[in-house]
């Protein structure tokens, strides 16, 4: 297990975009599969976008392909969610997750796979 925080949301207009940071606490982020989820009010909580370790295997909703992109930043030890073109519908607080490694790839879409989260962020999306 390791502590997350996530950073970035915020109150955006629908079109805008936002990007959000995934940190590990006395960690190199390098070494965990993350994974970001996101939970509306009254909603199941939701698989959006993950990414292996080695960068190598990254995994996305459909509901956010084309508009949403996970990458690891090694300057900044972060693995960040750049949202563009947000939607009402994005609206939710969005969690970071890792685990040291998932197996097989099927495992990423799903929050058991995962063994460490944060505390969530709000995002935000006027219409």
């Known amino acids: 297990q390791v502590l997350l925080g996530e950073s970035g949301g915020g109150l955006v207009q629908a079109g805008g975009s936002l990007k959000l940071s995934c940190t590990a606490s006395?960690?190199?982020?390098?070494?965990?599969?993350v994974g970001w989820f996101r939970q509306a009010p009254g909603k199941e909580r939701e698989f959006v976008a993950a990414i292996s370790p080695s960068g190598g295997s990254i995994y996305y909703a459909d509901s956010v392909k084309g508009r949403f992109t996970i990458a690891r930043d090694s300057a900044e030890n972060t693995v960040n969610l750049q949202m563009n073109s947000l939607k009402p519908e994005d609206t939710a607080v969005y969690y970071c997750?890792?685990?040291?490694?998932?197996?097989?790839?099927?495992?990423?879409?799903?929050?058991?796979?995962?063994?460490?989260w944060g505390q969530g962020t709000q995002v935000t999306v006027s219409s």
């Open positions: 997750a890792a685990n040291m490694r998932i197996y097989p790839s099927t495992n990423y879409y799903y929050p058991r796979a995962y063994d460490s």
């Open positions: 006395k960690r190199s982020v390098s070494n965990y599969a």
